[in-house]
């Protein structure tokens, strides 16, 4: 009898904390699901160019590729235009330019500014910014900004 009423008392605690549990995190995932809105990428087939950005320093073209021998050449911030010219970039509808993942939400937002003057210069009608994944695999990134550039030109800076 005695062993009875311990199964009884094991079973109920152990419902009673599978029950605060699941409340809990079914909670946790619909506040989370209200307030953030995570979107991934899945146009890679699309993308006209794909940079892979690690600082203005290290930025490369994956797509088309930039290379020489098999290796890839920096492109400069200031030299990106002639790049793309240089590989023969005909369309220039989609730009996506993947960043690594130690950047502060300041910095990203100066980055994705900075990414849509320089591609909207070169006429890109629309620059997707995603977060890399440590893999060639750019469908299922995260999207940090997705911004149709007016006609194909950089957003214009305004002072009020």
């Not at 995932?29 to 600082?55: I, M, P, Y």
């Not at 893999?135 to 214009?156: F, H, N, Q, R, T």
Request: proline share 4%; glycine share 6%; charged share 20%.
């Amino acid at each position: 009898m005695k062993i009875v009423k311990i199964a009884a008392a094991l079973f109920f605690i152990g419902a009673l904390l599978s029950s605060c549990a699941s409340h809990e995190i079914s909670s946790h995932s619909a506040n989370q699901a209200t307030t953030d809105v995570v979107r991934h990428f899945h146009e890679a087939k699309a993308a006209n160019v794909v940079l892979q950005f690690s600082s203005w320093e290290y930025t490369f073209l994956l797509r088309p590729r930039y290379d020489d021998n098999g290796f890839l050449l920096q492109v400069p911030r200031d030299k990106v235009k002639e790049v793309l010219r240089q590989v023969g970039v005909p369309k220039r509808e989609l730009a996506v330019v993947v960043v690594g993942w130690s950047y502060s939400p300041e910095q990203l937002r100066q980055l994705v500014a900075d990414w849509k003057i320089i591609l909207g210069g070169c006429g890109f009608q629309r620059v997707v910014v995603i977060k890399s994944r440590g893999s060639k695999e750019l469908d299922g990134a995260l999207v940090i900004d997705d911004s149709i550039l007016s006609g194909g030109s950089p957003p214009s800076l305004t002072r009020l």
